[in-house]
């Protein structure tokens, strides 16, 4: 019994450890040391249902703990980004119907220039050659559609 309760905790140290190791392998340790637990205890004693129970709801409620308790600790609070990047991913609607040219063929993607800035874009249709006169017709999220103006 000495040899479960050993891998147990070994089990359970190196799953915390986890948290702060990269890489995986501690993770990937603890859970073979809770099986090997689990393991011996069917092997060499009488108390392997026991044994096989305790580490699952023992996990189960240290699982449910970690994630009620870790976001408001110190830890936790320096793992969540708080900032927002703003509107980097916010379509720019003003760009519908403005007109630019292309810098690169369009097949049907490509390079455009518009108001002075260089776009990723997409050709309506189909290819736009390099220096044609382009016009946005829609603004899909991040997706810039053009067709020859």
Same mark, same amino acid.
């Given at each position: 019994?000495? =040899?479960?309760?050993?891998l147990?905790?070994?089990?359970? &140290?190196?799953?915390?450890?986890? $948290?702060? $190791?990269?890489?995986?392998?501690?993770?990937?340790?603890?859970?073979?040391?809770?099986?090997?637990?689990?393991?011996?205890?069917?092997?060499?004693?009488?108390?392997?249902?026991?044994?096989?129970a305790?580490?699952?709801?023992?996990? =189960?409620?240290?699982?449910?703990?970690?994630?009620?308790?870790?976001?408001?600790?110190?830890?936790?609070?320096?793992?969540?980004?708080?900032?927002?990047?703003?509107?980097?991913n916010?379509?720019d609607?003003? $760009?519908v119907?403005?007109?630019?040219?292309?810098?690169?063929?369009?097949?049907?993607?490509?390079?455009? =220039?518009i108001?002075?800035?260089? $776009?990723d @874009?997409?050709?309506e249709?189909?290819?736009?050659?390099k220096? =044609?006169?382009?016009?946005? &017709?829609?603004?899909d999220? @991040?997706? &810039?559609? @053009?067709?020859?103006?």
């Amino acid at each position: 019994m000495d =040899t479960v309760i050993l891998l147990i905790v070994s089990g359970a &140290v190196m799953l915390m450890l986890e $948290l702060f $190791l990269p890489g995986m392998i501690a993770g990937i340790g603890g859970a073979i040391c809770l099986v090997a637990a689990v393991v011996v205890a069917f092997l060499h004693t009488p108390h392997g249902w026991s044994v096989f129970a305790g580490v699952l709801i023992g996990g =189960t409620a240290a699982t449910m703990a970690w994630f009620a308790w870790m976001p408001r600790s110190f830890v936790g609070k320096r793992f969540v980004v708080k900032e927002t990047i703003g509107d980097a991913n916010e379509p720019d609607l003003e $760009l519908v119907g403005q007109e630019g040219v292309a810098r690169t063929d369009l097949r049907p993607a490509g390079i455009a =220039t518009i108001n002075g800035r260089r $776009l990723d @874009v997409v050709a309506e249709g189909g290819m736009v050659e390099k220096g =044609t006169e382009v016009k946005v &017709v829609e603004v899909d999220g @991040v997706r &810039v559609v @053009v067709r020859p103006a």
